[in-house]
């Protein structure tokens, strides 16, 4: 198990190092940054002048090397539109995505993973096409329109909730809830698909034939070797929730990681870009590598 | 046949198994004492596991199962609800399948999926479970029990999952074990290994067992009784013996002519066959099911076919009369 998690950790920190590379390029060619720091009505004059006191004329790697050797330290530079240090940045909005992540996945795991073994469980039956009915709306559900309705209905009709913000945990419920919604379709499934499967095999046979009640058979023989791949797209949506959540903060106005990489990018605020794009691989890393952890401890064939 | 059997610890009368478009079991019937063993063969397909599902009511979805009677000693299975059932699985009677690779769940250890079957119907620890199941371990031949309960199935050899699930199937002493095919999917020497191992087994413990086969190298070894199934039916049944004897249904003298035998077989004469294939039987079917098969058929063999007595407990479903000879036939 140790080896497996060193191996892992290795790949992890290769994949992170490959995709700052990437974004830092990406970001250098997509314009020159110097000029849109300057704004429009900047002469020639100032866009060197900017260039040189930012250091941009140096070569890309000495810049990456240098943006780099700070960043391993703490330092992520400074935001050219918030004029003030990016790490300050990421420290108030990383909170809010996490929680809105992790307050979405919940919703999400709480409505998929029961519907989907109830649906495979009765598989064929009036109670299986209506679920997977409820998923295909689900799917078709654009995200920022489910949030309009709700906001409409329980924010400003019924007033139970609040419409933005996070002044208090209600804020959480209705954004949580639609970025669930964009999850439980995939999830709910996987779950089935995974569980129909896993009760056709010999093993259910087997645990039958011992006589284990019905809740043993679903629960603890065919759930565990279902789990696997949701627990592998779990980890996928789970990263897309904390990265892409931009539609639902600007819907509902949170002041989150997912907003802040959407107002960077659209005024070429490098140094919040890159340090965004570390943030959301490390994420993404992590939970990958979480879920890589679960499947090994779930499936023992994974820890050799 | 043997139907009114007393002291049978299973008893099965005019057992009949239908799929939406097939008919698998079409009245098969069948008893077996305490210490007996009787092995059902038959090709692929003859409905020989269907029918040795149908006792513990493990059938696949869509099947109907009915019978004039399914008796475990005097409890009548076919009345019992699921739940009673459950009780009765793996506690009194226990079932080992032919796949041991894939019989077993990959995501426990050898020595949880031992215990808890211990656990469920003994209401005990886990401690003394897989104490029970360490001794039974070792009383089948696994070397090093301790360690194997720690070990996963994909650890272990077809032969060592193969001895694992014999070994659970014995977790809590049942009367009656049902072998579907429990050494099809082994290496030949591992084969004879289990072989042995069952019919050890099945002496010690006085089990009585259903084992289904179709090799009937193994019915000569591990059997008092055979009955020979075919397309849903058992077209002849009777002690091993007189069966080796004195097959009388055309199908099982087809079979055994298949089988080679020392000196007795002559090198560059081609062994039996059997031509054709097992036809699938559509629901209203009528008559004898290998008659399409059979050189002796007749318009006689398209009626309903009734058993016949040939005497010493051996029985078959044919027109031919039991001292037919082969050629010479009426």
Redesign the interface.
């Known amino acids: 198990m140790l080896s497996f998690i060193l191996r892992r950790l290795w790949l992890a920190a290769l994949v992170c190092l490959t995709v700052l590379v990437v974004s830092f390029t990406l970001t250098h060619l997509s314009g020159d940054l110097a000029a849109s720091i300057a704004g429009p009505n900047a002469t020639a004059a100032d866009i060197a002048i900017i260039t040189k006191n930012y250091g941009l004329d140096r070569p890309l790697v000495v810049q990456f090397l240098d943006w780099a050797s700070h960043a391993a330290e703490g330092d992520l530079g400074r935001s050219y539109l918030f004029h003030a240090p990016v790490s300050g940045l990421i420290r108030d909005r990383l909170p809010v995505t996490l929680t809105l992540g992790l307050t979405g996945l919940t919703i999400a795991l709480l409505i998929a993973l029961p519907l989907g073994i109830l649906a495979a469980v009765r598989e064929g039956s009036a109670i299986d096409r209506g679920i997977m009915l409820v998923a295909l709306l689900g799917q078709a559900m654009p995200g920022f329109w489910l949030g309009l309705v709700l906001i409409v209905v329980f924010g400003l009709d019924l007033q139970w909730l609040p419409i933005s913000g996070i002044d208090t945990w209600q804020g959480y419920i209705m954004p949580g809830f639609v970025l669930a919604f964009s999850a439980i379709p995939a999830l709910m499934r996987l779950t089935r698909s995974g569980m129909i499967e896993a009760l056709c095999?010999?093993?259910i046979?087997?645990?039958?034939?011992?006589?284990?009640?019905?809740s043993?058979i679903i629960l603890k023989?065919a759930l565990?070797?279902a789990a696997m791949p949701v627990v592998s797209i779990t980890a996928v949506q789970l990263g897309f929730m904390l990265g892409g959540s931009v539609v639902t903060e600007s819907v509902f106005a949170l002041p989150g990681l997912g907003y802040l990489a959407w107002e960077s990018i659209t005024k070429n605020d490098f140094p919040v870009v890159q340090a965004v794009v570390l943030f959301l691989a490390i994420i993404y890393i992590v939970v990958t590598l979480l879920a890589d952890m679960l499947n090994a401890l779930?499936?023992?064939?994974l820890r050799a | 046949m043997a139907l009114v059997m007393p002291n049978a610890v299973l008893s099965i009368a005019n057992l009949r198994v239908s799929f939406p478009r097939m008919e698998a079991v079409r009245g098969v019937s069948l008893a077996l004492n305490r210490g007996e063993v009787h092995c059902v063969v038959g090709e692929s397909g003859c409905g020989k596991s269907i029918s040795a599902l149908s006792v513990m009511n493990l059938l696949p979805r869509g099947a109907v199962r009915s019978a004039d009677h399914i008796r475990f000693h005097e409890h009548d299975l076919l009345g019992m609800s699921e739940r009673q059932m459950a009780r009765l699985r793996g506690d009194k009677i226990a079932m080992i399948f032919q796949e041991p690779m894939t019989s077993l769940n990959p995501a426990y250890t050898v020595g949880s999926q031992m215990a808890e079957v211990f656990e469920r119907h003994r209401r005990t620890t886990r401690r003394q479970a897989l104490d029970r199941a360490a001794e039974l371990l070792a009383r089948v031949g696994i070397t090093a029990p301790g360690m194997r309960l720690a070990q996963y199935p994909h650890q272990l050899s077809g032969g060592l999952r193969q001895r694992m699930m014999i070994a659970m199937a014995l977790m809590c002493d049942p009367e009656l074990l049902i072998a579907d095919e429990p050494t099809t999917a082994l290496d030949v020497t591992v084969q004879a290994q289990i072989l042995r191992l069952l019919h050890k087994l099945q002496q010690e413990m006085g089990l009585a067992l259903l084992l289904i086969t179709h090799d009937f190298g193994i019915v000569a070894r591990m059997a008092q009784r055979v009955s020979v199934m075919y397309a849903g039916e058992v077209v002849e049944s009777g002690p091993v013996e007189q069966i080796f004897k004195a097959p009388t249904h055309p199908y099982t003298r087809g079979l055994l002519d298949c089988i080679p035998v020392p000196g007795v077989t002559k090198a560059g004469e081609p062994l039996g066959s059997i031509p054709g294939v097992v036809p699938r039987i559509a629901p209203g079917f009528l008559g004898c099911g290998f008659r399409d098969r059979c050189t002796l058929a007749t318009a006689e063999c398209a009626e309903t076919m009734r058993l016949r007595d040939a005497g010493a407990d051996h029985f078959y479903r044919c027109r031919l009369p039991p001292n037919w000879k082969q050629g010479t036939a009426p």
Not at chain 1, 205 to 214: D, H
């Open positions: 095999a010999d093993y046979r087997t645990a039958r034939a011992k006589g284990l009640s019905r043993m023989h565990r070797n779930l499936d023992p064939r």
